[in-house]
Every structure is written in structure tokens, then in C-alpha cells.
């Protein structure tokens, strides 16, 4: 049996890949990504890398399936032939953690039902980044991804959060087009509470904006949305 990988690649500064990113993905047979053309660009981006000299120089440059939402039912068996073949499978997303909020975790869970090896290669992570550098309490938090597109599944997202009795950080992810929508949403159950608004993150335009959820909604209202959004608040029940 092979083992599938999960790598974690940059979200944005591509200095952020491990070294151990660098070498599982020099050295895995297969490479299922989101979209090959990109990851095709990362690993030439490290082609010079210190790992470019294989104990195997002969070895074939791994081969690159695309992986995504829409094709993942199609592809599991695939992967997995190549797995019980014991060839080495590296699972990528476009940027960040696989499987968080992105696909891979039916993956994963087939993976470990038939006792194949699942070994994860941590790196960068949006959740992780803009926690850290939210300000707010970290020792406990929750992550929802992205709320609904429809409003009344996002409202009933939302209003279900108000309901939570313990105090917790809570990690969202949101589109551009959505993310006023979303904030003015959070404002009418939660009331005009501190919010942190983080975009583009390891970026070249990096912004993290810590204040009222009002002043972020005004903020965005009058400057377009563009990039990647993770909101973050803290709230506890009076």
C-alpha cells in the first residue's frame, strides 16, 4: 500500500511551503490538486530547491490530477487504485490546508476505512494565521467555514451561534460579494459587536481590521471587496 500525504501549501507568501512540503512533493508518484496548472506553477516555483536531488534521479515527475468539488466521487476510486498499488498520493488544495473547507476529507475517510496510510504535512492555514493575529482569546474557538448562500440558511447559521453557552472565538470564512450581506446579518442578531475583518493574508495587500462590526460594514460598503475574507468575533451571552 501507498500512503496518501496531505500537504499544506502557501495561502499567499510562497516562502511560507515547509521543506517537507518541498520533498514529499518532489517525491510522491501522484499529485491530486484543484487545479493542476496552478500547483504546476507552484512546484516549478521549487524546482531549484534543495530537495531537487533525488536519491532517485531517474525517478518520473509526479503525475497531477485535478481534484475538485465537482469530479471528487469520480476521482476517489482512481486515487485509491493508486494507493493499493503502493504508489505515494500528495492531496493539495489551491492554498492552505486540504480538506478545510475544500475537499478531500471523503478522501481521507475511505483512506482510513480500507488501512491506508494517511499522513498529514501541516503548513500555512487562514484559520490558524488570522486567529493569531486576531487579538481576540484563543484558547478556545470555533470554525464554521462558509455560512450558506441561501439568507435564510445563513440567518438561521447566525442566530444559532447566538445561542452557544459557552464563550468561544468564532472563525467564518466569506466570498467578497456576500461579505456586506453577511456582516449586516451579524450585526442585526449580535448587535454592533467587535469584529475582526482579515483578507489576503501572507499577501502582498494584506489588511486585518479590528473594530466595530458597523465601521466594517460602512468600511466595505464604500471600498469594494476583493480577496480572500475570514471574519472573526468573540461573544458571550449575558
Known amino acids: 500500500m501507498g500512503t496518501l500525504y496531505i500537504v499544506a501549501t502557501p495561502i499567499g507568501n510562497l516562502q511560507d511551503i515547509t521543506l517537507r512540503a518541498i520533498e514529499i512533493l518532489q517525491t510522491v508518484d501522484v499529485i491530486v490538486c484543484e487545479d493542476t496548472r496552478r500547483t504546476g506553477n507552484l512546484l516549478t516555483n521549487f524546482q531549484f530547491s534543495i530537495f531537487n536531488f533525488q536519491k532517485n534521479p531517474n525517478k518520473p515527475k509526479p503525475r497531477l490530477i485535478s481534484y475538485y468539488e465537482q469530479n471528487e466521487m469520480q476521482r476517489i476510486p482512481e486515487i485509491m ?62 470554525f464554521v467555514g462558509y455560512p450558506p448562500k441561501k439568507k435564510g440558511h445563513r440567518k438561521k447559521l447566525i442566530t444559532d451561534l447566538l445561542a452557544l453557552s459557552i464563550k468561544t472565538t468564532i472563525i467564518l470564512f466569506e466570498a467578497p460579494h456576500r461579505l456586506v450581506k453577511t456582516l449586516g446579518e451579524m450585526q442585526e442578531i449580535f448587535g454592533n459587536i467587535d469584529v475582526v475583518v482579515a483578507r489576503e493574508l501572507t499577501k502582498i495587500h494584506e489588511e486585518v481590521r479590528r473594530e466595530k462590526i458597523s465601521d466594517s460594514i460602512i468600511h466595505f460598503e464604500k471600498t469594494n471587496p476583493r480577496g480572500e475574507f475570514v471574519i472573526l468575533f468573540s461573544y458571550e451571552r449575558n
Open 81 to 142: 487504485a493508486f494507493l493499493k498499488n503502493g504508489m505515494n498520493v500528495a492531496l493539495v488544495s489551491d492554498a492552505g490546508t486540504p480538506t478545510i473547507s475544500d475537499p478531500g476529507f471523503k478522501l481521507v475517510r475511505l483512506c482510513i476505512q480500507e488501512e491506508v496510510r494517511v499522513e498529514s504535512i501541516p503548513g500555512p492555514s487562514s484559520v490558524i494565521s488570522a486567529l493569531v493575529s486576531s487579538g481576540l482569546p484563543t484558547d478556545k474557538f470555533l
